[in-house]
């Protein structure tokens, strides 16, 4: 690592990775400092052993982040490539009504982003899943649909970044990618390389054009250069070994800082440095403002479907209905969990009709080694033994929709709390809940709303955390102006869900990379 370069850029996420394709492109010295370790295709989790050690900790470095806060948790990617290594590869516009919502700057509006939107969108070379011929689609997806047009609701094919043809090089970055073979295991990265995440496409080209990228590096607080020969920031930050059992700290200088650490890592890095180190202490007073958890609400769905669902195959999301009212936008998507959890499941929750069928096998196989029955078809056994489980016939839903936005962030101990409360969402997520209550009814099953959401905790997860640094017109109003560009220090940008001062109601990832386009495209001209 050089002492300095033209950008350093904290993350290699959806706003990190493209912010370096295109200053790389444009001839800068990038630098990129990314907490996570470089995952190979061959490194994902996929044992119930290998899943036990795939979250990120200082000892384990693994691929999935979980933090638990008292109304809400979070989950997010760590790695090269953030988010895009575990996300569930939704690439969809948001609507344009959200834009409308007078916490935007004025200027950020769909039209505006609709060319940036493009560009990502071939870049990422996002698609509907191949829904010709029929039986290429998974049994979750032609489930959900029927269930959709069963209570008078058009569901759609997503567009999803994920290569379903013939293995190929990618087109930009000339990686070799094999198609999806529809395990379902997106959550737990790739093992084919079919999903076109950042590490294969913006990260790749940006590496291309001469950018550096430095894994395990967590970076503690950015600093103004205050030399009269030099001008930008340093930032600080804690190099690890591939054990987590020592770091060195380290300093790297850029003449442009780009944070883009997600909606927590960015928030965090921007408070420590105001409140603690006092490096940055004109920031803006609404810091840590806007925090919303998009709307999502996880782990609920359709039990006991009256045809077999079989959620663990396929891409994790395919298809989505619009349940939005004229004051609440609500999205609802299929949802797909790998194997291992589903495993999981079938192990921790009570099914009679387990009991029965395995009770049915041991008297056959009893039987048949005793010489006492005269059955040749012994698979029948077997079949039964394998049959009456949960999770065959339960639909996972994923829904999204316009939460109030009104979550805080804050240091604790020196790390990142929310405050996040339900209270002025609670008329959208009853109707969020409606529309999977029909759905679920119309496909002859029960609705089961989330384990976290039952009273009297009503606590939500989120995989789509956003806000904290959140854009606007003036300094009163948020961190960052339209370009991402902090209030008070010229040349610090902030480039990712941090900045979205709503919540979206949709998958974010597109919105996001438009966003950082759009930035991207501001600081080269």
Same mark, same amino acid.
């Given at each position: 690592m050089k002492k300095s370069y033209d950008v350093v850029i904290i993350g290699s996420g959806f706003g990190g990775s493209i912010t370096a394709c295109r200053l790389a492109q444009a001839g800068r010295s990038v630098c990129v400092l990314e907490r996570g370790k470089r995952w190979k295709k061959e490194d994902f989790p996929r044992t119930t052993g290998q899943v036990a050690k795939a979250f990120w900790n200082f000892r384990d470095f693994g691929l999935l982040d979980y933090r638990i806060?008292?109304?809400?948790? *979070?989950?997010? &990617?760590?790695?090269?490539?953030?988010?895009?290594?575990?996300?569930?590869?939704? #690439?969809?516009?948001?609507?344009?009504?959200? @834009?409308?919502?007078?916490?935007?700057?004025?200027?950020?509006?769909?039209?505006?982003?609709?060319?940036? !939107?493009?560009?990502a969108k071939e870049m990422l070379d996002a698609r509907p899943f191949p829904s010709q011929p029929a039986n290429l689609l998974p049994r979750r997806t032609t489930t959900f649909m =029927?269930?959709?047009?069963?209570? &008078?609701?058009?569901? %759609?094919?997503? /567009?999803?970044?994920? #290569? =379903?043809g013939v293995e190929r090089t990618n087109p930009y970055s000339g990686i070799l990618q094999g198609g999806c073979v529809n395990c379902g295991n997106c959550m737990l990265g790739c093992h084919v390389h079919a999903k076109n995440t950042l /590490?294969?496409?913006?990260?790749?080209?940006?590496?291309?054009?001469?950018?550096? *990228?430095?894994?395990? #590096?967590? *970076?503690?607080?950015?600093? $103004?250069? %205050?030399? $009269? %020969?030099?001008?930008?920031?340093? *930032? @600080?930050?804690?190099? @690890? /070994?591939?054990? &987590?059992k020592e770091f060195e700290s380290g300093e790297v200088s850029g003449k442009t800082v780009i944070v883009s650490a997600g909606s927590l890592g960015s928030t965090e890095i921007l408070l420590r440095s105001r409140d603690l180190y006092h490096s940055l202490p004109n920031l803006s007073k609404m810091l840590g403002r806007n925090f919303s958890g998009n709307g999502d609400f996880i782990l609920a769905g359709a039990m006991d479907a009256k045809d077999e669902v079989d959620p663990g195959a396929g891409p994790s999301i395919t298809t989505g209905l619009d349940y939005s009212t004229a004051e609440d936008s609500i999205y609802i998507e299929d949802l797909g969990f790998p194997d291992v959890f589903l495993w999981y499941l079938e192990g921790a929750l009570p099914s009679s009709n387990r009991l029965q069928n395995f009770l049915a096998f041991l008297k056959i196989y009893v039987f048949k080694t005793l010489g006492l029955?005269?059955? =040749?078809? @012994? =698979?029948?056994g077997l079949n039964r033994?394998?049959?009456?489980?949960?999770? $065959?016939?339960?639909? $996972? !839903?994923?829904?999204?929709?316009?939460?109030a936005a009104n979550g805080e962030m804050k240091l604790s101990n020196e790390c990142i709390d929310i405050d996040w409360k339900h209270n002025k969402s609670m008329k959208m997520f009853r109707q969020m809940e409606k529309g999977m209550?029909?759905?679920?009814?119309?496909?002859?099953?029960? !609705?089961?709303?989330?384990?976290?959401?039952k009273w009297p905790s009503r606590k939500l997860v989120t995989a789509h955390p956003l806000g904290g640094c959140p854009m606007a017109d003036r300094i009163e109003d948020g961190v960052v102006n339209e370009f991402g560009e902090v209030w008070n220090y010229p040349n610090l940008f902030v480039a990712d869900g941090s900045i979205i001062p709503t919540a979206l109601s949709v998958n974010p990832s597109a919105t996001i990379s438009a966003l950082s386009e759009r930035i991207a495209d501001h600081i080269c001209n």
């Open positions: 806060f008292k109304k809400i948790d *979070v989950i997010q &990617g760590s790695g090269v490539g953030g988010g895009s290594l575990v996300y569930f590869n939704v #690439h969809i516009r948001t609507p344009r009504k959200i @834009f409308e919502d007078p916490r935007w700057p004025k200027r950020v509006k769909r039209e505006i982003l609709d060319p940036y !939107y493009d560009k =029927t269930a959709a047009q069963q209570i &008078g609701r058009k569901a %759609e094919l997503l /567009d999803i970044c994920v #290569h =379903t /590490d294969l496409t913006y990260l790749a080209v940006a590496e291309k054009s001469g950018a550096e *990228v430095y894994p395990l #590096h967590l *970076v503690e607080k950015i600093q $103004p250069i %205050e030399a $009269p %020969e030099k001008n930008g920031y340093s *930032v @600080f930050f804690k190099r @690890f /070994d591939q054990s &987590g029955s005269k059955a =040749t078809n @012994f =698979t029948l033994l394998f049959s009456g489980g949960i999770t $065959p016939r339960f639909l $996972p !839903y994923l829904g999204m929709g316009s939460d209550k029909d759905l679920s009814e119309s496909i002859g099953g029960r !609705y089961q709303t989330s384990i976290l959401w």
